[in-house]
């Protein structure tokens, strides 16, 4: 007869990660060089992390056939990231004061490529969030964060929670990220696992047909959707942990894109009553033999 069991408590990086979605038809995320030092700046910012209020875990970002498992760890250093972020602004010609948002000048062309005069295009974005806990903290905290690497951040909070809120209500019904209606958006993704659902041209939400995939941030990138169909067509994708060529070339150019920058994973509770050799994937407890009871 077994003796009684104990209980122990395993945890495992939640499916879901936090993470910002960066609209690249809107300025400033228009410029690529942008986008990359938002990303520097952030990954692994501390203020940030410490606003989550829990224990956090390195994201899953691609969980794709094949078994690619990865996060866009940009910046594992904080300090190095948040110099490397400005030193990314600088080299795409912003100028950037001490205190002050950075600055760039862009000339303006006609249809026909004239140049028509110049602009100063402050480097500012409203980030858009629904609302729950710790939303709050962390807005405050990523504003704190980028305005030392030179950017002003302003903050939208959409009232009501997962399918309630308008962040993803349908496009007729006025959803933001349906109609693509944003600079940058604060949510809860899951991992990609289709890069053409998430990266290419046909997968940008189209509100006036309702149609398109989940490519909020309307990236669009011949060159990134051939290698996407090739990683997504190549006979290695059925070799589930093998390497494949295709997919990481893939995966890399969509990492490059920098569109969607996570931030962290919450871990998740699995109670586990006395199975040994259990252990929690990314989506559920797995258990290696179910009878192998601990006595």
């Not at 209020?53 to 899953?60: D, E, F, H, V």
């Not at 094949?66 to 010609?93: K, M, Q, T, V, Y």
Request: proline residues 7%; contains cysteine; glycine residues 8%.
């Amino acid at each position: 007869m077994l003796s009684t069991v104990t209980t122990r408590t395993l945890t495992a990086a939640a499916a879901g990660f936090e993470q910002i979605t960066l609209n690249v038809e809107r300025a400033p995320f228009d410029d690529p060089a942008v986008r990359r030092a938002l990303a520097l700046a952030l990954q692994g910012a501390p203020e940030v992390l410490a606003a989550a209020g829990a224990s956090i875990q390195t994201p899953t970002m691609f969980l794709l056939d094949g078994g690619f498992r990865a996060a866009a760890a940009i910046a594992p250093n904080p300090d190095a990231g948040l110099a490397a972020a400005r030193d990314a602004l600088r080299a795409s010609g912003w100028l950037c004061g001490q205190g002050t948002p950075c600055q760039k000048a862009v000339t303006q062309t006609n249809r026909t490529g004239g140049v028509t005069g110049t602009l100063t295009r402050t480097l500012q974005f409203t980030l858009v969030a629904n609302e729950r806990d710790p939303r709050t903290n962390i807005t405050q905290a990523i504003q704190r964060r980028l305005a030392q690497a030179g950017f002003a951040v302003d903050v939208q909070i959409v009232f009501g929670i997962g399918v309630a809120s308008r962040l993803f209500a349908p496009a007729a019904q006025g959803g933001i990220l349906a109609n693509r209606n944003f600079d940058a958006a604060l949510f809860e993704h899951q991992p990609v696992s289709r890069l053409s659902a998430t990266f290419s041209c046909g997968a940008i939400p189209d509100p006036k047909t309702g149609r398109g995939g989940d490519n909020y941030a309307g990236l669009c990138d011949p060159g990134l959707d051939l290698l996407m169909r090739a990683a997504e067509m190549s006979p290695a994708m059925t070799a589930i942990g093998q390497p494949n060529p295709d997919m990481q070339a893939a995966l890399d150019a969509a990492n490059r894109a920098t569109v969607i920058v996570p931030l962290y994973a919450i871990p998740m509770a699995y109670p586990n009553q006395g199975v040994r050799n259990a252990r929690p994937p990314l989506d559920g407890l797995m258990v290696t033999n179910p009878w192998a009871w601990e006595r």
